[in-house]
């Protein structure tokens, strides 16, 4: 049904006023909730009460900011009068990003992760769901200038013909990534609704918005499930700091500010990192054998006990014999405890075995009796010698500089090649075990065999759920590492293992998720794309056969776009041309060259009098971006230029899988600029 001119305007004032009521309340709402925060201290009954009621307050009043340029509701649901659900036959929602009442309690905006706002992404002309009609709004500055309807009970569905949505999905981009909370595909929705207790991979090709899935994953999980994370945490692991600066508005934006956001470097930083390995020792190191290894080197350090322990409590001589001393340690192995957590264990178990004789002599010792005993000079000299107190970055350092530890340890697991790729040439000279070494000189692969020393000596505390983006890339110890921080919540696993540019980037999502502790995760792909246009992927594809990965082809919904591969005398001497044209367009502009080459890529912009950011500078204003080829992972840029493809391929063993991903970069343009020969995939035919 096509509304006549003057029934349009009418409906599109009423929707101001409602878009203009809603703002209100929620300015009402923030104003309600920040008189609260200041008088909180008069109506609590205590100070930590007060101090509680303060924390959620002030938390809510962030929660509850409205960014004027980004519209409270972005659809409608207009409900038929039969529907499944009673309750919501004949009614109206608008459906935004977050909920919103009037002084009534009334909702005027439906926050878009309630139940019955999932119609707006799944609801079809062939299956409703009781919705009569569906409308998308079309937003410029925060100003609603017009919406579209479908009647889907009359078969009316636009889907990605709609004018509103693709606009929206293809709109250009300057600054951090935005939530896709208005275009989100029902395939998307699946998996952004699945439950708490499941654990998901993603496969996705470049543009199919598997980020973008994982981050609205876990805003939906925090409104579903908000107490329970709320107590364990929600953490979101990033490629690097880039990335993670570029994802971090998304989750603000939805309302969601309890989320921890680090790289894996992060997590595991224990130890300063102040050299840099082979690559042949950061293999070996990033290698899941090197987690049995480290076991045998902790466990290696205990010794059966030879002689008794005699303990006086002042009144009597209380003994343990050398054989009981070793049952306790057994049954103390056999237990799979922390090892730090053993040692106590082994600690109140002799205690317990010496106030047993106590007893059978007639005492009664009390608790103070048996923390005194399990503190005594004898009873610490056993520990020290059969279970050593012991620090993860001292047995790292110990395992590593010590060639006979590290032969026993590694004996049937590494070869003597390995071994010697990971020694190092001299050990520290004063290394106690019980004591992080300050002058060791750890790199950012003992950085992460720190982290596993870590877990086997201690509990590593869990999240109840963890989203780990461009997981292809982690080895396998990293992998562990993100398991310890997830062993009693879910995963959100997210990648494509034709971007996989480590040396240890996997080639089967089962390894990866076997690594991550949840073998039984079921791997679903996204294969179609929304950002990057059809002609960029072509192009991008091309390379796939040689990457040597099983993904699925991935396919774009965009026919525009526009691609331009460019022969250069002077590839660096044209930057800035091509750069001027791109600035002519709407939209951000990365500039993606080999790493070598990025000073001089900085150096001819600035020459051409055009301001440009570096990638790791989150806090820049300008348009233009110049990206190093290793940082581009994850990001997306509208216009984007790439410089010299063959000396990225050539700079790295994975160069082919780097390219795939620096081309794959462009949401709206690309030209690729080279004065050197192409590789050869690009020149070559394309698969049918």
Known sequence: MTLHADDLDTELAAERTHLDRSRASLRRMRERAEVLYRTGDTISGDPFAAESLGVALSRRIAELADDPDTPLFFGRLDHSDRTEHADNAGTS?????????????????????????????????????????RRRYGFAAGELTGFEDEHLTDGEELGTA?????????????????????????????????????????????????????????????????????????????????????????????GELDVHQHTVDGLVAHVPVRAVDTAVAARVKHDARMADVLHRALYGMLVRPEEPVVVSDGSARWRLSAEALRRIIDDARREGLPYATGRERVRARVASGLRRQA??????PGEAWLRKVGRS????????????????????????????????????????????????????????????????????????????????????????????????DLSAMQCRAVARRSEHGSLTVLGDLA?????????????????????????????????????????????????????????????????????????????????????????????????????????????????????????????????????????????????????????????????????????SRLVVLHSAPLPAPLTEPAAV
């Open 162 to 254: 709609s004018r509103i949505l693709t606009s929206e999905i293809e709109r250009p981009r300057v600054g951090p990534m935005r939530d896709i909370v208005a275009t989100i595909q029902p395939e998307q929705d699946d998996l952004v609704r699945a439950d708490l207790s499941e654990s998901l991979c993603v496969q996705g090709a470049p543009g199919t918005g598997k980020t973008a899935v994982g981050l609205h994953r876990a805003a939906f999980l925090l409104y579903n499930h908000r107490e329970k994370l709320r107590r364990a945490g929600v953490l979101v692991v990033g490629p690097n700091t880039a990335f993670l600066g570029y994802i971090a508005a998304v989750l603000p934006a939805l």
């Open 359 to 364: 007893e059978a002599r007639g005492e009664s």
């Open 93 to 133: 929602f608008h459906i935004g990003r977050r909920h919103v009442t009037d002084e009534t309690g009334e909702p005027l905006v439906i926050d878009w992760r309630a139940p019955v706002s999932r119609a707006f992404y799944q609801a079809s002309a062939r299956d409703p769901r009781g919705v009569a009609r």
């Open 377 to 472: 000079a004898p009873v610490r000299e056993f520990l020290d010698t059969c279970w050593p107190s012991v620090d993860p970055a001292a047995l790292v350092a110990r395992l590593l500089g010590d060639r006979d530890l590290l032969s026993r340890a590694a004996s049937g697991l590494l070869t003597e090649e390995e071994q010697d790729a990971i020694a190092w040439p001299a050990p520290l000279r004063t290394l106690r075990l019980d004591k992080a070494p300050k002058a060791a000189k750890f790199t950012a692969a003992d950085a992460v065999l720190v982290d596993e020393a870590a877990g086997l000596v201690e509990r590593t505390a869990s999240y109840g759920h963890v989203v780990v983006d461009e997981a292809q």
């Open 499 to 667: 971007q996989g540019t480590t040396p240890w980037a996997a080639a089967r999502w089962a390894d990866s998720l076997a690594y991550l502790g949840k073998p039984a995760t079921e791997v679903v792909a996204l294969t179609t794309g929304f950002r990057v246009p059809g002609a960029v992927l072509d192009l991008a594809n091309r390379l796939v056969p040689a990457l040597e990965v099983d993904v699925p082809p991935a396919t774009s919904l965009r026919a525009d776009g526009t691609l331009a591969v460019r022969p250069s005398a002077d590839a660096t001497a044209d930057l800035p041309a091509a750069v001027r044209e791109a600035l002519a367009e709407e939209g951000s502009v990365g500039v993606i060259a080999p790493d070598a080459a990025v000073a001089a890529c900085g150096a001819a912009l600035a020459a051409a009098g055009i301001a440009y950011a570096a990638v790791d500078d989150l806090d820049a204003a300008e348009r233009v971006t110049v990206v190093p080829a290793t940082m581009a992972k994850g990001l997306e840029y509208d216009h984007v230029v790439v410089l010299e493809p063959a000396d990225i391929v050539a700079a790295e063993p994975r160069g082919l899988h780097r390219l795939y991903v620096v081309l794959t970069r462009a949401v």
